[in-house]
């Protein structure tokens, strides 16, 4: 288990923020390194809206079947106790083992409509902000990772709250769907499964759509984003370092970091730091990365970004912090 005890004050709570696209890595990355360092804990709106949509069909308030403008209208007729309830009912359908009911391809192709209404996310974020002010008088707990989209703003005012980095997680939806194949072991050799992949990668398009298009909190990645793979500033820094650590010239460096075939395996650097300095949110592309590496690479941008926050971040290149 990693240790960062000796970078964090014990008055702060840390927050890393991972936003993305469906089934991009998010929940893996922050429940893999939750798990992985100490002091470290996790909360996600995800399983929030899935456990409501699947609350409307167990209650048969909306069908597989229904439409956008169906669901929104069913959701309407509820009050907002009732939509809170089903919230509050995530725990619950988790320890009945119901967690393939909330991942599957019926709940996945709804969820993106359910989460549209007013009612469903203000009832998700309440939970979350009282999940969340939990944490920041737990002395135990020194970071936290949540998984959803601008949920920074919903806890800012908490007592204790630290911004440490916010990262924007995305994949390329027929590896998104190839991923969810394999966490519900499905095996996409079988020609018999492939009605089940075109479904959830049918899903996944539509979730990503849904998500992109709402009027309220549209999943959308910042404008002034940093590149983690393709960003110049960041590719002298991982060259400068790569250079001393191997031992090899400056060139041959820079050659290993712009060859397509060497660079994911060991990834950037500086990364974290950058963005604590200029106040941005990382762009992370896992497409082309395994799970280990995803979990060493954000491992890295956190460690950068506590040492650039209590001013430790030694910079190699002269060129990774822009004025």
């Avoid at 911004?163 to 966490?183: G, K, M, N, W």
């Avoid at 009027?215 to 404008?223: F, S, W």
């Avoid at 002034?224 to 250079?243: G, Q």
Wanted: hydrophobic share 40%.
């Amino acid at each position: 288990m990693v240790d960062f005890s000796d970078l964090v004050a014990s008055n702060k709570l840390w927050i890393v923020e991972c936003n993305g696209t469906p089934r991009s890595g998010k929940g893996t990355i922050t429940s893999g390194l939750a798990a992985n360092i100490s002091g470290a804990a996790l909360e996600e709106t995800g399983i929030d809206y899935r456990a409501v949509t699947f609350c409307l069909l167990e209650k048969n308030v909306i069908a597989e079947t229904s439409t956008l403008e169906e669901i929104l209208a069913s959701i309407e007729n509820l009050s907002a106790e009732e939509v809170a309830a089903f919230v509050n009912r995530r725990q619950e359908i988790i320890d009945n083992n119901q967690q393939k009911e909330l991942y599957g391809n019926i709940v996945s192709s709804l969820v993106g409509k359910v989460g549209q209404h007013p009612k469903v996310r203000v009832a998700v974020k309440n939970a979350f902000r009282i999940r969340v002010e939990k944490h920041t008088t737990d002395p135990n707990t020194h970071i936290l990772f949540i998984d959803g989209r601008d949920l920074i703003k919903v806890i800012k005012d908490l007592p204790g709250i630290n911004t440490l980095i916010r990262l924007f997680i995305d994949c390329q939806p027929f590896v998104a769907a190839i991923r969810e194949a394999r966490r519900q072991n499905i095996d996409i050799s079988d020609p018999n499964n492939d009605g089940w992949y075109r479904s959830a990668l049918h899903n996944i398009r539509e979730r990503q759509h849904a998500d992109e298009s709402r009027k309220i909190d549209p999943v959308a990645v910042d404008k002034d984003a940093i590149n983690y793979w393709y960003n110049v500033a960041v590719e002298y820094e991982t060259a400068e370092r790569l250079s001393k650590k191997q031992n090899i010239s400056f060139a041959k460096a820079a050659d290993i970091t712009a060859s397509h075939n060497d660079f994911r395996a060991d990834g950037r650097y500086g990364v974290g730091a950058k963005a604590v300095k200029e106040n941005r949110q990382v762009y992370f592309d896992t497409t082309e990365i395994d799970k280990a590496t995803m979990l060493n690479l954000v491992q890295r941008m956190i460690e950068e970004s506590l040492e650039m926050h209590e001013g430790n971040y030694t910079e190699q290149s002269g060129q990774l912090i822009e004025s």
